[in-house]
């Protein structure tokens, strides 16, 4: 099933991939939970369900992802249900995949790697890709950066047996973000188990822009401690440690100019973080695009503020909660 609201660019795309497979075209369904779209995406999706019985078109009202994805599960009829993105396009074996790859190993889940692709030839577009593809631009985030396989504790778009729904309840819709982080983290509580292989991998499209991938970035982050007030365990290191290093360069700049050691000590981390940078973009430096290897560093510097910002600015919604607004379904972190 595909949560979607406002994805004329790429729905098309991604049901023509899912609509292509090498599984029995009889024995799954595609069901989108469309938003309340303003731009056409609901008419393509139409006539997708026009012409193919196997497409269902359905009303989510709430126009939020969590409420999607459950009125997707609660509508589906099979045993195993995937959760897609409209942003994503699905190689043919994958429904065949997911399915021998639950049954090969016995996991509660199983997702795969995701390819980020570039969106267009623009020096911003490739910029983006070079940032989350990094592990220095995300961290331990495995499935964003590495084709190892094996037990996680996340994956994105997984398959999920639908028995594991009824163990551990559905996705919980106070979370416009971190929605898959929290259910993940209720499936290993509960003896889950989740597992990655790259025979999953899949072609995923980011932001368009730098600055489009910053605001993202913000408005992501933003729900992190709302997160972690709704479940503890399910949230990492990685998705924090932008905010605590923000914080440590905000509280030195000003002491700085009073204290040498605080200089030195900011000027050190300063450093330590650019040599870093510059390390990890040097040497995934692909197709001799010196040009983003270059600006890489910077960026990622300016992806992490973004991020880091975006969490303690959420640190306001300890005292009041999110208020709940319909955004497009993305890739956590």
């Given at each position: 099933?595909?949560?979607?609201?406002?994805?004329?660019?790429?729905?098309?795309?991604?049901?023509?991939?899912?609509?292509?497979?090498?599984?029995?075209?009889?024995?799954?369904?595609?069901?989108?939970?469309?938003?309340?779209?303003?731009?056409?995406?609901?008419?393509?999706?139409?006539?997708?369900?026009?012409?193919?019985?196997a497409v269902r078109l359905l009303d989510n009202?709430?126009?939020?992802?969590?409420?999607?994805?459950?009125?997707?599960?609660?509508?589906?009829?099979?045993?195993?249900?995937?959760?897609?993105?409209?942003?994503?396009?699905?190689?043919?074996?994958?429904?065949?995949?997911?399915?021998?790859?639950?049954?090969?190993?016995?996991?509660?889940?199983?997702?795969?790697?995701?390819?980020?692709?570039?969106?267009?030839?623009?020096?911003?577009?490739?910029?983006?890709?070079?940032?989350?593809?990094?592990?220095?631009?995300?961290?331990?985030?495995?499935?964003?950066?590495?084709?190892?396989?094996?037990?996680?504790?996340?994956?994105?778009?997984?398959?999920?047996?639908?028995?594991?729904?009824?163990?551990?309840?559905?996705?919980?819709?106070?979370?416009?973000?971190?929605?898959?982080?929290?259910?993940?983290?209720?499936?290993?509580?509960?003896?889950?188990?989740?597992?990655?292989?790259?025979?999953?991998?899949?072609?995923?499209?980011?932001?368009?822009?730098?600055?489009?991938?910053?605001?993202?970035?913000?408005?992501?982050?933003?729900?992190?401690?709302?997160?972690?007030?709704?479940?503890?365990?399910?949230?990492?290191?990685?998705?924090?440690?932008?905010?605590?290093?923000?914080?440590?360069?905000?509280?030195?700049?000003?002491?700085?100019?009073?204290?040498?050691?605080?200089?030195?000590?900011?000027?050190?981390?300063?450093?330590?973080?650019?040599?870093?940078?510059?390390?990890?973009?040097?040497?995934?430096?692909?197709?001799?695009?010196?040009?983003?290897?270059?600006?890489?560093?910077?960026?990622?510097?300016?992806?992490?503020?973004?991020?880091?910002?975006?969490?303690?600015?959420?640190?306001?919604?300890?005292?009041?909660?999110?208020?709940?607004?319909?955004?497009?379904?993305?890739?956590?972190?």
């Open positions: 099933m595909i949560p979607m609201r406002n994805e004329s660019e790429h729905i098309r795309a991604c049901v023509d991939s899912l609509v292509n497979q090498t599984f029995p075209g009889d024995q799954y369904e595609i069901l989108v939970a469309d938003g309340r779209s303003t731009d056409n995406s609901r008419q393509i999706v139409s006539l997708y369900q026009a012409e193919n019985v009202s709430s126009q939020t992802t969590p409420c999607g994805m459950n009125l997707g599960i609660q509508a589906a009829a099979g045993s195993i249900i995937i959760i897609a993105g409209a942003h994503t396009i699905y190689p043919k074996d994958f429904v065949e995949n997911c399915v021998f790859w639950l049954n090969k190993t016995g996991a509660d889940v199983v997702g795969g790697p995701v390819e980020t692709i570039v969106g267009s030839d623009r020096f911003g577009a490739r910029l983006v890709v070079a940032v989350l593809s990094s592990p220095f631009g995300v961290g331990d985030s495995k499935f964003r950066t590495s084709h190892a396989e094996g037990f996680v504790d996340t994956v994105p778009f997984g398959a999920f047996r639908r028995e594991v729904f009824d163990r551990v309840g559905m996705y919980n819709e106070k979370l416009v973000r971190n929605q898959d982080n929290d259910l993940n983290s209720r499936i290993r509580k509960a003896g889950g188990k989740i597992y990655l292989t790259p025979t999953l991998t899949t072609r995923y499209y980011p932001a368009k822009t730098f600055a489009s991938l910053l605001k993202y970035a913000f408005k992501s982050s933003k729900w992190h401690v709302f997160t972690l007030r709704q479940n503890r365990e399910s949230m990492a290191l990685r998705h924090l440690a932008p905010a605590v290093f923000l914080a440590l360069v905000l509280f030195l700049m000003p002491v700085s100019f009073v204290s040498r050691i605080a200089l030195l000590l900011l000027t050190a981390i300063l450093c330590a973080y650019l040599l870093a940078g510059f390390y990890f973009s040097l040497r995934a430096k692909s197709n001799r695009d010196w040009s983003v290897a270059l600006a890489q560093p910077f960026a990622t510097f300016g992806f992490h503020v973004a991020y880091g910002a975006g969490t303690l600015f959420g640190l306001t919604y300890l005292f009041r909660p999110p208020f709940l607004r319909p955004i497009k379904h993305g890739l956590s972190r």
